[in-house]
C-alpha cells in the first residue's frame, strides 16, 4: 500500500521563478494538507484542499496557492520565489472525517532559492 | 505566534537515561498528536490522545493529555539511539466543517551510547 507521494524530492530555483510541487495521497484519502518546514522548525501549515477546494489556509501569502484533482492528488504552487521560501514542503494526507486523528506524511520536497 | 510551545528545545542524552518532553499551549484541542521525524523524512505519527486526562503507552513511551486539553507531555523510559530525532507535537482544532493540525515548535533529542 503506497503511501503519501511527492515530487520532486529536490529542487533548485532562482529568485523569482515559479515552481510547482506534487503530492499524490495515501490510497483511501480524500484530503490534502500542506506544511512548509524550515531547517529545525516545526511545520507551519500553507492549505488544506478536500473535494478539489481550498478549505482552510494559514498564514501565506497569495503567491501559495494550490489545486486538487478529482483522483485527490494536489499541486502546491509559488510564484515569485523569494530566498526566504527555502524549505522543506511537506505534503500530509488523511480522510476528511478524522483530520484530528492523524495525518500521513510525504518524505518532502526540499526547495532551494537561490 | 505559535500556539504550541514545546520544551526543551534540545535534549542530549546518554542511552538508558529518562526523559520528558513537554507541550504546552494556551488553546484547547479537541485531540493531540505526536510525532517523530528523522532528518530527510516526514513526520511519523506516533499517537493521538483524545480524552483529558488520558494516558497512552507505546513500548518504551507514554503519552499524557492534559485535563484541560491545553497540553501534553512525552515519556521516554531508558532511551536508545534509536530514539533519536525531532519529536513534534501537534493539536488539532474543529473550524467549522473542517479540522486543522497546528504544530508545536518541536523538540530535538539527541541519545548517544
Known amino acids: 500500500d503506497a503511501g503519501v507521494t511527492q515530487s520532486p524530492t529536490h529542487l533548485i530555483k532562482t529568485r523569482g521563478q515559479q515552481v510547482t510541487l506534487r503530492c499524490s495521497p495515501k490510497s483511501g484519502h480524500d484530503t490534502v494538507s500542506w506544511y512548509q518546514q524550515a531547517l529545525g522548525q516545526g511545520p507551519q501549515f500553507i492549505f488544506q484542499y478536500y473535494e478539489e477546494e481550498e478549505r482552510q489556509r494559514g498564514n501565506f501569502p497569495d503567491r501559495f496557492s494550490g489545486h486538487q484533482f478529482p483522483n485527490y492528488s494536489s499541486e502546491l504552487n509559488v510564484n515569485a520565489l523569494l530566498l526566504g521560501d527555502s524549505a522543506l514542503y511537506l505534503c500530509?494526507?488523511?480522510?476528511?472525517?478524522?483530520?484530528?486523528?492523524?495525518?500521513?506524511f510525504g518524505s518532502g520536497t526540499r526547495l532551494t532559492v537561490v | 505566534t505559535q500556539l504550541l510551545e514545546q520544551s526543551p528545545q534540545f535534549l542530549s542524552i546518554q542511552e538508558g537515561e529518562n526523559l520528558t518532553v513537554y507541550c504546552n499551549s494556551s488553546?484547547?484541542?479537541?485531540?493531540l498528536q505526536w510525532y517523530r521525524q528523522e532528518p530527510g523524512e516526514g513526520p511519523v505519527l506516533l499517537v493521538t490522545v483524545v480524552t483529558g486526562g488520558e494516558v497512552k503507552k507505546l513500548k518504551r513511551l507514554t503519552f499524557q493529555f492534559g485535563d484541560a486539553r491545553k497540553d501534553s507531555s512525552l515519556h521516554i523510559t531508558a532511551a536508545q539511539p534509536g530514539d533519536t530525532g525531532l519529536y513534534l507535537c501537534?493539536?488539532?482544532?474543529?473550524?467549522?466543517?473542517?479540522?486543522?493540525?497546528?504544530f508545536g515548535t518541536g523538540t530535538r533529542l539527541q541519545v548517544t551510547l
Open positions: 488553546s484547547v484541542f479537541s485531540s
Open positions: 500530509a494526507s488523511s480522510l476528511f472525517s478524522t483530520v484530528a486523528y492523524g495525518y500521513t
Open positions: 501537534a493539536g488539532a482544532k474543529n473550524t467549522g466543517t473542517a479540522s486543522k493540525l497546528t
